[in-house]
């Protein structure tokens, strides 16, 4: 133990990389930690992103007639257009959310401790759509100040989603931690693909103030912002990526 610890010592006193020290010594050391590739991170976001949507789908079922000879169903279910329009939304925003994690995370290689800290910011905003979206759909018919109030909460979250998604890549590019056959240039192009949603999101935020519907319909509009294909998205079908 002793002439290991020696050996470490010599190391760290010769100026030798952490990583250098860890392959004579063959043991992970303080500052030269074992690292990690992407999986497990992708996997848990994955699992959540998949409870988002399952908590939003279970939340229809409270919107079948407690009393079917009340009143017809059609008239029941156009009551409750509040509840299907939040519902609608929030799948189109939650599905764009997956797509495009799942489109920026194939191209990181390592995690690190911030990454990972960054990525959790990220969910913290993605869980509660479920509920930001049912408040939505109670409060939609309410009064100017609870659409305001309602729909400001909702997009805020839409809009703290973004800004930590644009920091994750923003760290895995200036850490290190994308696939070394990334070329600069692509990099660059998602870079600059990804500012331009809390930017607008930003707007439709501010537009909660003017219409709080308007607000969301904007939203609905900018998810084709990272639908349609663009730089760092999967090639079409037929076309075979260049490495």
């Known amino acids: 133990m002793k002439e290991d610890g ?3 010592a010599g190391d760290e006193g010769n100026g030798s ?3 250098e020290a860890t392959a004579r010594s063959g ?3 303080v500052g030269a930690e074992r690292e990690r590739d992407s999986g497990r991170v992708e996997a ?3 699992a959540v992103i998949a409870i988002v949507l399952t908590l939003m789908s279970v939340e229809l079922f409270g919107l079948i007639p407690a009393d079917p000879s009340a009143e017809s169903l059609g008239a029941a279910l156009v009551h ?3 509840a299907f329009l939040a519902y609608t939304i929030s799948f189109l925003i939650v599905g764009q959310i997956w797509v495009t994690h799942h489109n920026m995370w194939r191209y990181v290689e390592r995690v690190d401790q911030t990454l990972v800290a960054l990525n959790l910011a990220l969910l913290f905003f993605v869980a509660p759509i479920p509920w930001t979206a049912s408040l939505l759909a109670e409060y939609l ?3 100017y100040d609870e659409q305001v109030l309602t729909a400001g909460i909702y997009v805020g979250v839409i809009l703290g989603e973004a800004v930590f998604f644009n920091l994750s890549w923003w760290w895995a590019a200036r850490r290190g931690l994308l696939d070394a056959r990334m070329h600069p240039d692509l990099v ?3 870079s600059r693909r990804y500012r331009i949603g809390p930017l607008l999101y930003l707007l439709a935020f501010a537009a909660v103030f003017v219409n709080a519907v308007l ?3 904007l939203y609905v509009l900018l998810i084709g912002l990272y639908i349609f294909p663009g730089a760092g998205d999967l090639p079409s079908a037929g076309r075979k990526a260049r490495v």
């Open 188 to 190: 660059r192009a998602v």
């Open 215 to 217: 607000s969301l319909a």
């Open 44 to 46: 848990f976001s994955d």
């Open 6 to 8: 020696a050996a470490a």
């Open 17 to 19: 990389s952490s990583g």
């Open 27 to 29: 043991r992970w050391l």
């Open 141 to 143: 018919r309410g009064s």
């Open 80 to 82: 409750e257009w509040p």
